[in-house]
């Protein structure tokens, strides 16, 4: 088998899509109800935040001036 084929992985890559889809969403709402958002490729944006996120165990302090 495959690890493409692995349902597991398939279940991942489903989940994967719909959590970026949901949040795709987020930037499009606001710039569509005049949030005053600037233009923005949101597929970029979304990715970004991803890696954001994954590497937050590296840049975040849980004691430093960004928890308080």
């Known amino acids: 088998m495959r690890p493409s084929d692995d349902p597991a992985m398939q279940e991942a890559r489903r989940w994967r899509g719909e ?15 005049g949030a005053g958002l600037r233009k923005v490729d949101v597929q970029v944006a979304t990715l970004q935040l991803f890696g954001s996120v994954q590497g937050m165990w590296v840049w975040f302090d849980p004691d430093g001036a960004c928890a308080r």
């Open 19 to 33: 959590t970026r889809r949901l949040i795709e969403a987020e930037p499009r709402q606001g710039a569509g109800a």
